[in-house]
């Protein structure tokens, strides 16, 4: 396969919405906030046992987050499990009109 083979295609910046996903935006966002919540336990260097210890959040649910697995977790209980971590969260929310092409989904 050569380069010239291959199409370069510029994404929407949300995968969710690429991939036709139903609920494009919220997956989007639960994996925003679920990635900050990894950043801040590696940053202060917290297992998941830790985590646990420091905000009475179930380690079981840190694993999962750790892990990607974010079905059963609702935008606002990622908001709060990331309260809980780093005490002051500031959420800026932007509404822009879809793309012709993106309103069909």
Do not use: C, W
Request: aromatic fraction near 2%; charged fraction near 30%; avoid cysteine.
């Amino acid at each position: 396969m050569s380069d010239d083979d291959l199409d370069l295609v510029h994404g929407s910046g949300n995968v969710y919405r690429d991939l036709k996903r139903p609920h494009a935006d919220l997956a989007q966002a639960r994996a925003l906030v679920a990635a900050q919540i990894v950043r801040s336990l590696d940053a202060r260097g917290l297992t998941t046992r830790d985590a646990e210890a420091a905000t009475g959040v179930a380690h079981s649910e840190f694993s999962r987050i750790r892990n990607a697995q974010l079905r059963r977790f609702t935008l606002d209980r990622l908001m709060t499990i990331l309260d809980k971590l780093d005490g002051d969260l500031e959420v800026r929310l932007v509404v822009r009109p879809r793309r012709p092409e993106a309103r069909a989904s």
